[in-house]
């Protein structure tokens, strides 16, 4: 037998709510109706449980049940996801919220449907975290690898500010501009970098097994007549390619592991840092791509209510270099004093003229998440037509670059051959 617990009203309208203990529905519905009810709701009554015993079930179901057995394990997770799955995660949980769905449902809702495995473990530690008394940004804290510090910051200045959703659509808008600035960047380095390789692999094919094959064939052609200085000289690199080609090799990755080693040091990434900066072609990309994510997530971060100086701590430490690190530090420092945040941006020596002067205005017209955003807008377009303007320069200079090496070292083979015929002095076959 079930107990349903229904509600009904009588012939006079009088709401009447109890339980019934029946076989199925269909036994409480007559057995109503013969009591003179006329039944509006019936439904089986679910067992109730406590908050602890409900969390204990649903991560016994997922398969994140704690050793002990008595509490979940809300750090059972400890993958990474990829940036463009917690856009979308990000996104439709802004939709959700925004339509008045309650969190810790739309976690459930946004579990139910999510197909990545990794996501969807995810998203269920973080429904347990909640659903046991964390706060979502207490959730989100639990996992350093997929939630930055900002993400974390963001979300915690929503919940106090009692604007969630706003805060999830601004996260899900500066991740996009991110991955999409991030995305062109990689587009203009793969070509060159493709071009390069393929240019490498053509060289030493050439130099390890075509070009010997030529001198092979000229040392016997030639009578011992000397070759031309040109060809002399491309047979010289062949030969030196071909001798030392183990050791050079040993040589690069033993520069690629020392490159490393010195990026993990301190001074070594410092001097990195400053060398992208300033470097003379992509020194100006470098330093748009800094400005660009300095006033985007500070821009981003104070127009969802985070404290300017705990902002600015975020960002010292999301700049992703050194040197733009150090200059926010500067800045932590000048508004801790009470100071404005403009002196050292303008003696930086990164942050042009005009974008000081429009954070300045920004600051003393109270609108200086507005003209940070109005900055890195600007400067994602000058991103975009720096990258366009470089990838229209690499390629006649990688196209020109391969038809001087490559007709470098046809010339180079068919000189002695033109050298010969000029001289009359092939040994024909039957000639002695």
Known sequence: MTTFAYSAVDSLGKETKGTLQAADQAEVLHRLKEMGFFPMKVAPMVPQLSPAERVQRHAARLGLQSKSGTRPAPRSFRGRIKAKRLVLFTRQLATLLEAGMPLLRSLRLLEEQETHPPLKRLIAALGLSIESGSTFSEALSQYPRSFNHLYVSMIKAGELGGMLETSLQRLAD?????????????????????????????????????????????????????????????????????????????????????????????????????????????????????????????????????????????????????????????????????????????????????????????????????????????????????????????????????????????????????????QGDFNRPGEM
């Open 174 to 422: 500066f991740m996009e501009k991110a991955q999409k600035i991030k995305g062109k960047v990689k587009a203009a380095m793969f070509y060159p970098a493709a071009v390069v390789t393929v240019a490498g692999a053509v060289m030493a094919l050439l130099t390890l097994f075509v070009i010997p094959k030529f001198k092979e064939v000229f040392l016997s052609l030639g009578n011992g007549r000397p070759l031309p200085a040109f060809t002399q000289f491309v047979l010289g690199i062949s030969d030196a390619i071909k001798s030392h080609f183990l050791l050079g090799l040993l040589a690069a990755v033993a520069s690629y592991l020392l490159l490393i080693i010195g990026l993990r040091t301190a001074a070594g990434r410092r001097a990195f840092d400053y060398f992208k900066l300033k470097a003379p072609v992509f020194g100006p990309l470098f330093r748009k791509l800094a400005i660009s994510r300095f006033t985007r997530t500070l821009g981003t971060l104070v127009s969802s209510g985070v404290p300017i100086l705990q902002a600015l701590t975020i960002v010292k430490e999301a700049t992703g270099n050194v040197i733009m690190g150090r200059l926010v530090g500067r800045v932590h420092e000048n508004v801790k004093q009470g100071e404005s945040i403009v002196g050292p941006l303008r003696h930086s020596g990164i942050f042009p003229v005009m974008v000081a002067g429009m954070v300045d205005v920004g600051e003393q017209t109270g609108a200086l998440p507005e003209m940070l955003n109005k900055i890195a807008d600007n400067y994602d377009e000058e991103v975009d037509n720096s990258v366009a303007a470089m990838l229209s320069l690499l390629e006649p200079i990688m196209i020109v670059f391969l038809a001087v090496v490559v007709g470098s070292i046809v010339i180079a083979m068919f000189l002695p051959i033109l050298d010969l015929t000029n």
